[in-house]
């Protein structure tokens, strides 16, 4: 029986995963779902069989972008709650801006999300820590002290809308201006939703 021969190693190179998460999050910003994993290996100098010694389809490499862009979201949002931890206004305006800068980091995070969202290929997994990722978001809004004003599942409800409308405008780049308009509403929506005074 015939066998591929494995990729060749780089000396010294280990970070061959990050290199083709990166490209991938990149071609699937781009192409959706229908991207080739030809295109990433070119976008990261390496061919179709070394991705797929490292992520065996390319649904798995799709779940490993977004586990990638989620466990990134979730250490910001923890980090943004800590360091704002006594101050409700500051917290809820740092884990709003959380993902936008992930976006201006990685950009193309939102567009992977979304894309997996909308053609339902979210692995349970990957729903679950998105899930786990909103329920973050609401905790730490509730421990801020959203409580005052709204229920916990008041809270929770909006901030998933907040995020969604937020990932949509991120993910559409300069077209977001087509729908959006030039006003940036986040802070003054959560502002208003969660009654903070002004900055």
């Not at 409700?88 to 980091?105: F, H, P």
């Not at 820590?129 to 329920?135: I, K, V």
Request: aromatic share 4%.
């Amino acid at each position: 029986m015939w066998q591929m021969a494995r990729p060749k190693r780089i000396e010294g190179d280990t970070d061959t995963p990050a290199k083709i998460i990166n490209a991938a999050r990149l071609e699937f910003s781009q192409s959706g779902l229908s991207a080739r994993l030809e295109d990433i290996g070119a976008r990261c100098g390496l061919s179709r069989a070394s991705i797929l010694h490292h992520y065996e389809s390319k649904q798995i490499l799709l779940d490993a972008v977004n586990e990638h862009a989620i466990n990134k979201a979730r250490e910001r949002i923890l980090q943004a709650s800590l360091k704002t931890q006594n101050d409700y206004s500051a917290t809820i305006r740092g884990v709003t801006l959380a993902l936008r800068q992930i976006e201006n980091e990685e950009n193309g995070t939102a567009a992977v999300i979304l894309h997996a969202i909308f053609a339902e290929l979210v692995s349970t997994k990957l729903k679950i820590m998105m899930q786990e990722l909103l329920a973050l978001l609401a905790q730490s809004a509730i421990q801020a002290g959203a409580e005052a004003s709204h229920s916990p599942e008041l809270t929770r409800a909006a901030i998933a809308h907040i995020v969604m409308g937020e990932l949509c405008r991120l993910a559409l780049g300069k077209q977001a201006h087509d729908y959006w308009g030039s006003a940036d509403p986040i802070l003054p929506l959560m502002d208003t939703f969660f009654k903070l005074p002004s900055a």
